[in-house]
């Protein structure tokens, strides 16, 4: 009824209870071991080994994977202060940057000898074919449509729109955009435009001047909106044709419009030019 397979496992199951009740017993009593408790040391022995090796080895694991967890949340929260110290450290950088800008800015503004208002870039036109920038200053800070905007490098544009807390400004750099301007060294003067590569060009420069590459382009003064002398660019290249009266002159801005962040906008008008009585 039974296999010979079981019979042998039950033997051993009975066998091996047999031998934990001696070795109990021998150990509750004081006088020394006898033949058959040390049988049942031989047998249970290993067993006895292999249960503490077992639970040990369970112990050790259970140890380890509370120590890892520790480990792996004390890591969590260095990466995170590392995190934070990262982005503090970023933004004291960006203040810095900002501070070194704005200080170069007032800086400029003495020499303008003309009431300004700084404003930041806080927008640019995403269209390739409009050259125009929105700044945080409006009509409540007195910025008003066809006043002129400047930076340390010379000029930016000019705005065309204000709101109470924000103004759009044309950029020298648009097609529709036009500035007086002159040659500093020859006096030629001309008209400065925009181009859609954002160079510019100076139109009206008679043949008959004088004009050649790194030639500084200043403002004339002479279109009512920007200030006499301001630096507009310089001639990076000019071609004078076998026909006509004029040149083409190509001017290379000096100030980086893509890197445009900080602004003057003089806030003043140009006082009229006043005619002695005859």
């Known amino acids: 009824m039974f296999s010979k397979k079981m019979i042998m496992i039950v033997g051993a199951i009975v066998l091996i209870a047999v031998n934990i009740i001696i070795l109990s017993v021998n150990s509750q009593d004081r006088t020394p071991s006898t033949r058959t408790g040390q049988v049942a040391l031989f047998f249970i022995s290993p067993f006895q080994e292999f249960a503490s090796n077992s639970i040990r ?9 509370f120590d890892l967890v520790g480990i792996s949340q004390d890591n969590d929260s260095l990466v995170k202060a590392l995190k934070i110290a990262n982005e503090k450290n970023n933004s004291l950088k960006e203040l810095e940057l900002a501070y070194s800008r704005l200080q170069s800015l007032l800086e400029f503004k003495p020499g303008l000898k003309r009431k300004v208002t700084a404003a930041a870039v806080v927008g640019k036109d995403p269209s390739p074919w409009l050259k125009t920038v929105v700044v945080d200053k409006g009509t409540d800070e007195g910025v008003q449509r066809g006043m002129p905007v400047v ?12 709101s109470t807390g924000y103004a759009k400004v044309l950029l020298i750099t648009d097609q529709n955009s036009a500035v007086d301007a002159l040659a500093q060294s020859s006096r030629a003067r001309g008209i400065v435009k925009g181009e859609f590569s954002g160079k510019l060009r100076l139109d009206y420069v008679l043949r008959r001047h004088d004009i050649t590459e790194g030639d500084i382009i200043i403002s004339s003064g002479l279109d009512g909106a920007f200030p006499k002398g301001l630096r507009i660019g310089y001639v990076h290249k000019v071609n004078k044709p076998n026909s006509g009266i004029f040149q083409e002159v190509s001017v290379t801005p000096y100030v980086d419009f893509e890197k445009l962040e900080e ?16």
Not at 151 to 162: F, S
């Open 151 to 162: 930076t340390q490098d010379g000029i930016a544009g000019l705005v065309i729109d204000a």
């Open 57 to 65: 080895f369970v112990q050790d694991i259970w140890r380890n994977y």
């Open 263 to 278: 602004v003057l906008v003089i806030v003043d008008p140009l006082e009229p030019v006043k005619f002695s009585e005859p």
